[in-house]
């Protein structure tokens, strides 16, 4: 028993002494924090005033403020891009005494091929020169380098991608026009720039919370996490806290610029910047298809039964059922796209359709859209595998990479224009079927739900669905129309796009920076 004793009171000792020695820690830690920690600030103030003299020193050999786009892909030919020449062409035509720079991260081109690209694609030319700075290091900002914690990865890269741009040349005005939102606050405290940023899409959303949480496999929530609770939930704090730095990292934007009602609501919702923020739509070619004929799509005339024949149609049983259906679909095929929901929807619809008259041989799926990469390509083997296995590969066409005119031809012959990417932050390729006169069904939700898809003077513009089994139901809705009745739809579609042009970008976009720009120009 005095054993006992003297074993436990040896214990308080020790328990005592330890408690005394982190205690006497505890003031020397709180004064190492503080140093630390003032060190810190003296840096980055040191860093702000080189970077301001910097910026000083230019502006007094330049004579004028200098305006710096930061997109990393400039050289690519997606929307993003066109949403990027449009502003610069806006703000030359604006502010002449404005100088312009592109950060960019391409390789092996240089800045006149990059706007002779521009040229040949979006057909932009700028009427003033622009510099490009090229930086080394656009690989950090790669999905492929992050196999895990890929939004993480990227975002961390961006900042320091954006760090090599802000030493590299010193603007007065900073605009993120790729959705790099990690690089508003480095450009804004350290740099001393106005920011700016054109958003197309959160990099996190509620939803991507709610698909976690709801435990739903998607193409960005892998099976094996969707059915384990223990992963859904790391996964769901991990989304939770990353949500948290975004939107403080998003708030540092003095202006901020998104692309559709959806993108809008999430971007609320994160960066919480009512004043701030607005919808300016992208920029969308509408013009390139007013010229294809509202009156075609049936494919029923001889002119277009030639059309037919490339496509695999026969002559056979002609007569009293001549007309051909294609159902085109337009868009890379990158795994957000759904392209099987479409296939299987045209199943449904062969199905329903049956094997007489205006039935399985009066319709074709044509699946048009780009390839990016590898990855790409063997998505679209497996497509193809998808079409053999429900036995429709004979009335399915994949057209990769076509050209220009080609995919306008496929447009004009097209009795449905189809798009099934669930919560899509615009659809431009939506746009661009109603601007060519092809009845559209879209996916009921995202920017063709809250955007484009919807009612012009109290007219219908286009369908929506979002399953296989609603899909199915509206083409053969569709295909059931009379001619006048899909004409009033391709009229009034046609119509409405003129929201999404060049011109009503380019003064939105106007309007929306015009209180930075009048900052800097006297």
């Not at 521009?118 to 992050?146: C, D, K, M």
């Not at 698909?211 to 099976?223: K, L, Q, S, W």
């Not at 769901?236 to 949500?243: D, L, N, P, Q, W």
């Amino acid at each position: 028993m005095a054993g006992h004793e003297h074993h436990h009171h040896h214990f308080s000792l020790c328990f005592c002494d330890l408690m005394r020695l982190l205690w006497s820690l505890v003031v020397p830690c709180v004064y190492l924090s503080l140093a630390l920690t003032l060190l810190l600030l003296l840096v980055l103030l040191g860093l702000r005033l080189w970077l301001q003299a910097r910026r000083r020193s230019r502006r007094a050999q330049q004579g004028g403020p200098a305006v710096a786009f930061f997109h990393p892909y400039c050289n690519a030919g997606g929307g993003g891009e066109r949403v990027l020449w449009c502003s610069l062409r806006a703000l030359m035509h604006r502010y002449p005494s404005v100088a312009f720079v592109v950060y960019t991260g391409d390789k092996g081109v240089t800045g006149e091929q990059i706007l002779e690209g521009a040229r040949q694609r979006f057909n932009i030319a700028l009427p003033r020169p622009v510099t490009f700075i090229f930086l080394r290091h656009r690989g950090l900002v790669e999905a492929a380098s992050y196999p895990h914690f890929t939004l993480l990865g990227q975002s961390v890269g961006s900042m320091f991608l954006g760090w090599e741009a802000l030493t590299a040349f010193v603007p007065d005005l900073y605009v993120d026009s790729m959705g790099y939102a990690f690089t508003l606050p480095i450009f804004r405290y350290l740099g001393g720039c106005k920011v700016a940023s054109y958003v197309h899409y959160p990099t996190v959303s509620t939803d991507m919370l709610s698909v976690v949480r709801e435990r739903n496999p998607r193409f960005n929530n892998a099976d094996f996490i969707s059915r384990n609770p223990v992963l859904s939930a790391l996964k769901a704090v991990y989304y939770c806290c990353f949500a948290l730095l975004y939107g403080l990292a998003g708030s540092c934007s003095h202006v901020v610029m998104v692309n559709s009602t959806w993108t809008l609501r999430h971007i609320l919702a994160l960066w919480r910047s009512p004043g701030r923020t607005s919808i300016v739509y992208p920029p969308c070619d509408v013009r390139a298809f007013l010229d294809v004929p509202l009156e075609g799509g049936d494919n029923d005339d001889d002119e277009l039964e030639e059309g037919w024949e490339e496509l695999g149609g026969d002559e056979e049983g002609g007569g009293a059922d001549r007309k051909r259906h294609s159902i085109v679909s337009v868009g890379q095929f990158r795994p957000e796209k759904d392209h099987p929901l479409q296939i299987r929807a045209f199943r449904k619809l062969l199905d329903r359709k049956g094997d007489g008259p205006g039935g399985r041989e009066a319709l074709r799926l044509v699946l048009v859209g780009g390839c990016r990469n590898q990855e790409d390509e063997d998505r679209v083997l497996m497509l193809r595998g998808l079409c053999q296995e429900l036995g429709i590969a004979d009335r399915v066409d994949f057209k990769l990479n076509v050209p220009f005119e080609e995919l306008k031809r496929e447009l004009a012959n097209a009795s449905i224009g189809l798009h099934t990417m669930w919560n899509e932050h615009f659809g431009i390729g939506v746009v661009e079927c109603m601007a060519a006169g092809t009845v559209v069904l879209a996916h009921k939700s995202g920017g063709p739900q809250l955007d484009i898809v919807v009612p012009h003077e109290g007219r219908q513009t286009g369908f929506l669905a979002d399953s296989e089994d609603s899909y199915a139901a509206a083409m053969e809705t569709i295909l059931a129309l009379s001619p006048s009745a899909k004409l009033e739809i391709k009229r009034a579609a046609r119509e409405s796009v003129g929201r999404f042009s060049d011109q009503e970008f380019e003064a939105c976009f106007l309007a929306a920076t015009e209180s930075l720009l009048n900052m800097l120009v006297p």
